[in-house]
């Protein structure tokens, strides 16, 4: 009777897992292209930097606006999203970025660095839409036992967008950008012309981008997603309050694990071009720089496939504990060390961040049944820490260097060994 039991089950959870299938890599191509989205800012702000010859603390606006979309965008798109479904809001989230792609060209053409912040904004506010549908999607899709392997697979093509942005940013961003305006040889009005030349080539990068957006969201709006999700916008419709969920501790605590550790990693992304070139390899270019912020990204590409196979076996927890100790070690050799080394040990702290994101959000939103689109917003909008710590970062880089200003980076990964260890429990919220 017992093994008549336990064959029926696994029968079940096989058609289930054989179900969603087609869903799950419908969604993978969706965290690709965030993915990529997101990690050509790391090529954008050197970029800009030099057309608006900018400092390094607004450099870093770039990031600020970006990620400070989250934040304001997150909370309202979890209700949207317990409102709309989760198809409609995948669908919604790529048409509004796609808008944000299209708004570079008049940015580039009035060569306004305010603009082209807005239109970051803009891409943000579609990516946070994506980030609010997908990762809680993705968790219901399977077993919950297994939500942290799933997230942490379909991550890996996140991951994999951001490893190809870099040569597609330093192919059509980068190498054509005129050499023109540090020279002192050259006119006043050569300059100006070489500067709107600059602006200007990121014009075709994002109209690509943009009218690749819309192809995505036609293709999402005619696919057909299961059952499920309608399912569990139901239970939603009869959920609690939204306060209620400030009452789940390993939420709240999740919340401000994702602020640290998006700050941190993007912190690093933003700034890896300049320490390469300061302090990485003599003779090398921001265009060859660029290449080598891929292996930073292919790191947590590699680290996700493993991961996804290792949480099957190993405790998600300890295992965020155990990268996050590794990575602030080698941030840390980085601080005190120099060329090759210093390079090749900030590079490696990606293949560390590589579970940190879906393991650090599956745990989050453990346990908070129809209110899971809800703790979903909520966390995401705590990736506004991608907006405010690499500002920090920036102006500690402006006032103590450069390389002193990676202590930042190395501090926050010690909350997400907390997190990890003990922050992460599940403790029922006290009834009112």
């Given at each position: 009777?017992?093994?008549?039991?336990?064959?029926?089950?696994?029968?079940?959870?096989?058609?289930?897992?054989?179900?969603?299938?087609?869903?799950?890599?419908?969604?993978?191509?969706?965290?690709?292209?965030?993915?990529?989205?997101?990690?050509?800012?790391?090529?954008?702000?050197?970029?800009?930097?030099?057309?608006?010859?900018?400092?390094?603390?607004?450099?870093?606006?770039?990031?600020?606006?970006?990620?400070?979309?989250?934040?304001?965008?997150?909370?309202?798109?979890?209700?949207?999203?317990?409102?709309?479904?989760?198809?409609?809001?995948?669908?919604?989230?790529?048409?509004?970025?796609?808008?944000?792609?299209?708004?570079?060209?008049?940015?580039?053409?009035?060569?306004?660095?305010?603009?082209?912040?807005?239109?970051?904004?803009?891409?943000?506010?579609?990516?946070?839409?994506?980030?609010?549908?997908?990762?809680?999607?993705?968790?219901?899709?399977?077993?919950?036992?297994?939500?942290?392997?799933?997230?942490?697979?379909?991550?890996?093509?996140?991951?994999?967008?951001?490893?190809?942005?870099?040569?597609?940013?330093?192919?059509?961003?980068?190498?054509?950008?005129?050499?023109?305006?540090?020279?002192?040889?050259?006119?006043?009005?050569?300059?100006v012309v070489a500067a709107r030349s600059e602006a200007d080539t990121v014009k075709l990068p994002y109209l690509l981008l943009g009218s690749t957006l819309l192809v995505m969201a036609v293709t999402m709006a005619l696919l057909r997603l299961p059952v499920i999700a309608q399912k569990l916008q139901a239970g939603q419709q009869n959920a609690p309050s939204a306060g209620s969920i400030l009452?789940?501790?390993?939420?709240?605590?999740?919340?401000?694990?994702?602020?640290?550790?998006?700050?941190?990693?993007?912190?690093?992304?933003?700034?890896?071009?300049?320490?390469?070139?300061?302090?990485?390899?003599?003779?090398?270019?921001?265009?060859?720089?660029?290449?080598?912020?891929?292996?930073?990204?292919?790191?947590?590409?590699?680290?996700?496939?493993?991961?996804?196979?290792?949480?099957?076996?190993?405790?998600?927890?300890?295992?965020?504990?155990?990268?996050?100790?590794?990575?602030?070690?080698?941030?840390?050799?980085?601080?005190?060390?120099?060329?090759?080394?210093?390079?090749?040990?900030?590079?490696?702290?990606?293949?560390?961040?590589?579970?940190?994101?879906?393991?650090?959000?599956?745990?989050?939103?453990?346990?908070?049944?129809?209110?899971?689109?809800?703790?979903?917003?909520?966390?995401?909008?705590?990736?506004?820490?991608?907006?405010?710590?690499?500002?920090?970062?920036?102006?500690?880089?402006?006032?103590?260097?450069?390389?002193?200003?990676?202590?930042?980076?190395?501090?926050c990964y010690l909350y997400i060994i907390y997190y990890g260890l003990a922050g992460s429990r599940v403790i029922s919220p006290t009834p009112p």
């Amino acid at each position: 009777m017992i093994g008549s039991s336990d064959s029926s089950a696994g029968l079940v959870a096989a058609e289930a897992s054989t179900s969603f299938r087609f869903p799950l890599a419908a969604l993978t191509t969706l965290f690709f292209m965030w993915g990529f989205l997101t990690a050509l800012n790391d090529i954008l702000i050197p970029h800009l930097k030099n057309v608006f010859e900018l400092s390094y603390t607004q450099a870093m606006l770039i990031q600020f606006c970006f990620f400070g979309a989250y934040f304001a965008v997150s909370i309202p798109a979890g209700g949207l999203v317990a409102k709309l479904g989760y198809q409609r809001g995948l669908v919604l989230g790529l048409l509004v970025a796609g808008v944000g792609c299209f708004l570079f060209y008049p940015a580039a053409s009035l060569r306004m660095y305010s603009l082209f912040l807005g239109a970051l904004f803009i891409l943000a506010t579609g990516i946070t839409l994506l980030q609010v549908s997908a990762n809680p999607y993705v968790t219901i899709l399977g077993p919950a036992a297994t939500a942290s392997s799933r997230l942490n697979m379909t991550q890996a093509f996140n991951s994999l967008g951001t490893t190809l942005a870099p040569f597609f940013g330093a192919f059509l961003i980068l190498a054509v950008t005129p050499d023109l305006i540090d020279s002192s040889a050259v006119a006043a009005s050569d300059a100006v012309v070489a500067a709107r030349s600059e602006a200007d080539t990121v014009k075709l990068p994002y109209l690509l981008l943009g009218s690749t957006l819309l192809v995505m969201a036609v293709t999402m709006a005619l696919l057909r997603l299961p059952v499920i999700a309608q399912k569990l916008q139901a239970g939603q419709q009869n959920a609690p309050s939204a306060g209620s969920i400030l009452g789940y501790r390993h939420l709240l605590l999740g919340a401000l694990a994702i602020f640290i550790y998006v700050g941190a990693e993007v912190a690093i992304g933003s700034l890896l071009v300049s320490f390469i070139v300061e302090h990485g390899v003599v003779g090398i270019n921001e265009q060859q720089a660029a290449h080598y912020v891929a292996y930073y990204w292919g790191g947590a590409l590699v680290g996700r496939f493993i991961g996804a196979w290792l949480m099957t076996r190993i405790a998600p927890g300890k295992l965020l504990a155990f990268n996050s100790s590794l990575a602030s070690l080698l941030v840390l050799l980085a601080v005190v060390s120099g060329g090759k080394l210093a390079m090749i040990a900030l590079l490696s702290v990606g293949l560390c961040n590589s579970i940190m994101f879906p393991t650090i959000f599956s745990l989050a939103i453990k346990d908070l049944g129809p209110q899971t689109s809800k703790g979903a917003g909520l966390v995401c909008a705590a990736i506004v820490g991608g907006a405010l710590i690499p500002l920090l970062q920036g102006t500690l880089a402006d006032t103590l260097g450069l390389q002193l200003s990676f202590l930042l980076p190395a501090c926050c990964y010690l909350y997400i060994i907390y997190y990890g260890l003990a922050g992460s429990r599940v403790i029922s919220p006290t009834p009112p």
